[in-house]
């Protein structure tokens, strides 16, 4: 058996590369490495806007094409940084040599020495980090995230007067709306970005061990830690002051935690709408062309949902490796978290490849009104709750003189299917008020929804 050409192992950069190749942009290695370029350049520019150490402020035209370095960086910066690694098994090192030898090119070379200068690793990447995950989750992931969530809400305004049996426990239960029950999913996605969008991006600039010592060596009347600080913070991050060699990685931990918690709602959600599916509550709506089994030509399998459910729950369990492993690092450093924050973009990849299933399968669904009203027709008994309720509230007015209510409806109702008829009779021969028996006898499975159309509104 001959061997194949190079494949892609993984099946993000294969059968789902062009759902997420927006991520790739930020949070591959090429996408890293650019931004660790970034990071130099822009400290170089720092130092030399300050005239530190006898260097004056490069001319705009000289900054312009030092920001090329970034802002143009491609292939052959790629190619350049693989060839250059291979010999210095040192990535963020390769990064500096690469700016070095751009800097010559650019007759520059007289300020080669402020590169990279008085930076730990850690400086570097951990400003990296801050900048390319930033980037993903507001320009990529977040977008998509929020797409999915205002076609929820969308969902939940166009059927929010669709009444539909609730299943508690499987069973049936109190009638709501099926705006109603998609808006709770809305809304706790809501909530949830609402938490995402006050992350801070954090980043250290303070040196080896977090103490600014060689900062001081070089240049004592220095206020440092204020130019760190000053310097990230024009980078569009935040700054973390109080550090070991590593940025302590908490704000990662909390973003990954919250991006795990809004896949676990996803994920509650493609399989309550599989169900309802399954229950001929949603109807999907035949793609020309496509096959739904490869035996039965009838069926139109929910593929959009079961494919969101299984990368949600790979996704989850990436967010959660990620955010226990980067917690914790032995005394000043250790390089757990290095070979772990590679695999960001593989979380976020299968997170994105879900929110782009879910995102087709709900514009490929259609509501079965019918289908709705056939199941409330069928469960009258579901009444019993307003019933009971109503008779209890008779007894404290004095109209009524019957002794436990609860038992009575349980009695009548509990086990077994009532039908309207005879659920009309039960009600005519209660010892509650004429009032009170008219608004008994006028309700239905459909009409008791209560304040389900209502509750929509808070979206």
Request: glycine share 6%; aromatic share 6%; hydrophobic share 40%.
């Given at each position: 058996m001959t061997s194949l050409p190079p494949q892609p192992l993984s099946p993000l950069d294969g059968r789902y590369k062009s759902a997420v190749t927006g991520l790739a942009d930020y949070l591959s290695e090429a996408g890293l490495n650019r931004a660790r370029v970034e990071v130099e350049v822009e400290w170089l520019i720092a130092l030399t806007d300050r005239s530190l150490f006898g260097s004056k402020p490069l001319s705009d035209g000289d900054k312009a094409k030092l920001r090329a370095l970034y802002q143009d960086f491609g292939q052959a910066e790629i190619d350049w940084l693989a060839e250059r690694e291979a010999i210095t098994r040192h990535d963020v090192k390769a990064v500096e040599y690469l700016v070095r030898d751009r800097l010559e090119q650019l007759s520059l070379g007289a300020i080669a020495e402020l590169t990279h200068f008085a930076c730990t690793s850690e400086d570097i990447n951990s400003t990296a980090y801050a900048l390319t995950v930033q980037r993903a989750v507001s320009r990529v992931w977040l977008p998509k995230l929020r797409t999915v969530t205002e076609l929820l809400a969308d969902l939940a305004q166009k059927h929010r007067d669709a009444p539909m049996l609730a299943h508690t426990h499987g069973q049936p239960a109190t009638p709501t709306t099926m705006g109603k029950e998609i808006g709770v999913f809305a809304w706790r996605l809501q909530r949830v970005i609402r938490q995402i969008e006050s992350t801070e991006y954090l980043?250290?600039?303070?040196?080896?061990?977090?103490?600014?010592?060689?900062?001081?060596?070089?240049?004592?009347?220095?206020?440092?830690?204020?130019?760190?600080?000053?310097?990230?913070?024009?980078?569009?991050?935040?700054?973390?002051?109080?550090?070991?060699?590593?940025e302590s990685h908490d704000w990662q931990v909390e973003l990954y935690d919250r991006a795990r918690h809004a896949g676990g709602i996803l994920h509650n959600l493609a399989t309550d709408v599989w169900t309802y599916i399954s229950m001929g509550y949603f109807t999907q709506i035949p793609v020309a062309g496509a096959t739904g089994?490869?035996?039965?030509?009838?069926?139109?399998?929910?593929?959009?949902?079961?494919?969101?459910?299984?990368?949600?729950?790979i996704a989850g369990g990436l967010f959660a490796t990620l955010a226990q492993t980067l917690a914790t690092s032995r005394l000043q450093r250790d390089l757990t978290d290095s070979t772990t924050q590679r695999n960001i973009g593989v979380a976020f990849g299968h997170s994105l490849l879900a929110l782009d299933n879910l995102q087709r399968g709900l514009g490929e669904i259609s509501l079965s009104q019918t289908a709705l009203d056939a199941d409330l027709d069928s469960n009258w008994e579901v009444l019993a709750e307003a019933i009971q309720t109503v008779v209890r509230a008779e007894i404290v007015a004095g109209r009524s003189k019957i002794s436990d209510p609860y038992a009575l409806l349980k009695d009548l109702t509990r086990g077994r299917r009532v039908g309207a008829p005879e659920l009309a009779e039960f009600v005519r021969g209660l010892d509650i008020g004429e009032a009170a028996k008219d608004r008994l006898l006028a309700l239905t499975p459909a009409t008791y929804v209560g304040l389900a159309s209502r509750v929509v509104d808070e979206l």
């Amino acid at each position: 058996m001959t061997s194949l050409p190079p494949q892609p192992l993984s099946p993000l950069d294969g059968r789902y590369k062009s759902a997420v190749t927006g991520l790739a942009d930020y949070l591959s290695e090429a996408g890293l490495n650019r931004a660790r370029v970034e990071v130099e350049v822009e400290w170089l520019i720092a130092l030399t806007d300050r005239s530190l150490f006898g260097s004056k402020p490069l001319s705009d035209g000289d900054k312009a094409k030092l920001r090329a370095l970034y802002q143009d960086f491609g292939q052959a910066e790629i190619d350049w940084l693989a060839e250059r690694e291979a010999i210095t098994r040192h990535d963020v090192k390769a990064v500096e040599y690469l700016v070095r030898d751009r800097l010559e090119q650019l007759s520059l070379g007289a300020i080669a020495e402020l590169t990279h200068f008085a930076c730990t690793s850690e400086d570097i990447n951990s400003t990296a980090y801050a900048l390319t995950v930033q980037r993903a989750v507001s320009r990529v992931w977040l977008p998509k995230l929020r797409t999915v969530t205002e076609l929820l809400a969308d969902l939940a305004q166009k059927h929010r007067d669709a009444p539909m049996l609730a299943h508690t426990h499987g069973q049936p239960a109190t009638p709501t709306t099926m705006g109603k029950e998609i808006g709770v999913f809305a809304w706790r996605l809501q909530r949830v970005i609402r938490q995402i969008e006050s992350t801070e991006y954090l980043a250290k600039f303070s040196g080896a061990t977090g103490t600014w010592s060689a900062h001081l060596s070089a240049e004592p009347g220095v206020d440092w830690p204020a130019v760190s600080g000053a310097f990230i913070r024009s980078l569009g991050i935040d700054f973390n002051p109080v550090t070991t060699q590593i940025e302590s990685h908490d704000w990662q931990v909390e973003l990954y935690d919250r991006a795990r918690h809004a896949g676990g709602i996803l994920h509650n959600l493609a399989t309550d709408v599989w169900t309802y599916i399954s229950m001929g509550y949603f109807t999907q709506i035949p793609v020309a062309g496509a096959t739904g089994s490869s035996t039965m030509p009838h069926k139109i399998n929910p593929i959009r949902f079961e494919n969101a459910e299984a990368n949600l729950e790979i996704a989850g369990g990436l967010f959660a490796t990620l955010a226990q492993t980067l917690a914790t690092s032995r005394l000043q450093r250790d390089l757990t978290d290095s070979t772990t924050q590679r695999n960001i973009g593989v979380a976020f990849g299968h997170s994105l490849l879900a929110l782009d299933n879910l995102q087709r399968g709900l514009g490929e669904i259609s509501l079965s009104q019918t289908a709705l009203d056939a199941d409330l027709d069928s469960n009258w008994e579901v009444l019993a709750e307003a019933i009971q309720t109503v008779v209890r509230a008779e007894i404290v007015a004095g109209r009524s003189k019957i002794s436990d209510p609860y038992a009575l409806l349980k009695d009548l109702t509990r086990g077994r299917r009532v039908g309207a008829p005879e659920l009309a009779e039960f009600v005519r021969g209660l010892d509650i008020g004429e009032a009170a028996k008219d608004r008994l006898l006028a309700l239905t499975p459909a009409t008791y929804v209560g304040l389900a159309s209502r509750v929509v509104d808070e979206l």
